[in-house]
């Protein structure tokens, strides 16, 4: 049995599955606090795992998920991780903060555009802080989860852990290890509170107006460094990436210092998420 889930039916949009199996819907596992749905757990090897991710399509994703016994299992999700939300938190720094937007960043407009959807159910939780390192965020996340109920835990910060401090600018750059130790504990924090884990990629920064921030150096090639690395750490963990790149890339107007994006460098992040699903 798959605790907090329910099921619902999903549209299939690849036309070879399809006409595999003769319907356009197929049932997927939706969150829902308090349901619960019959099952069977199967046990299989790495080929078998590897064969069923091959079958499915790119609307669903394989993720875990927690059983009514406590124990975790793999299932296949909506592959849209917000779009199958109802209670968000949100973590991270301050550009997931919203600093240097008067409207709170993209993750206000988030907000408002999840909560119009279903208002009795769906609630989105912005508890980042500006400043905020991703072992600050490892620390803190598990005494904020309990009292917010969450079904999608969005983490978004990374990004000071691969400036350069000035005063230290020949520290080795670990930046890898440091995030797959980090973003591990996050995870078995998510499912420990029966949430979907969601990380979010840094945003493109304007190198040449970055300068000396607060005794810290950002620098494109850091942040690209960490763009990939957590990027290959989801993959290999099957965690939801959202990857906020491109939407500012090349567009300095849409930063205010180089690093924190304008008014409308939150909308362009808050559109690339996928703002009508949201």
Known sequence: ??????????????????????????????????????????HLTDRDLAAADAY????????????????????????DPLRSAQRIVVVGD????????????????????????????????????????????????????????PDTLVVAAGVNDCAIPLASADAPYDVPAH????????AATALNHHARLVVVGPAWIDEARTGDYGGLRFTEARVRALRASVRAWCDGHHVDFLDLWEPLRGKPELLLDGIHPTAEGHEALYRHLGAPGC
């Open 179 to 186: 995030i797959a130790e980090h973003l591990g504990s996050l």
């Open 94 to 149: 301050s550009i997931a903060y919203g600093r240097c937007d008067p409207r709170g960043g993209w993750t206000s407009r988030l907000a408002a555009a999840h909560i119009t959807r279903n208002e009795a159910a769906h609630r989105v939780f912005n508890l980042a802080v500006p400043g905020s390192f991703l072992s600050d965020v490892s620390e803190q996340t598990p005494a904020l989860l309990a009292a917010r109920l």
């Open 1 to 42: 049995m798959i605790r907090k889930t329910r099921p619902g039916s999903f549209p299939i949009t690849d036309p070879a599955v399809i006409a595999a199996g003769g319907l356009d819907v197929q049932l997927v596992l939706e969150r829902e606090r308090g349901s619960s749905v019959e099952g069977a757990v199967l």
């Open 56 to 79: 499915e399509d790119d609307d669903r994703a394989r993720r875990r998920v927690v059983l009514a016994s406590g124990e975790s299992a793999w299932a296949y999700l909506d592959a």
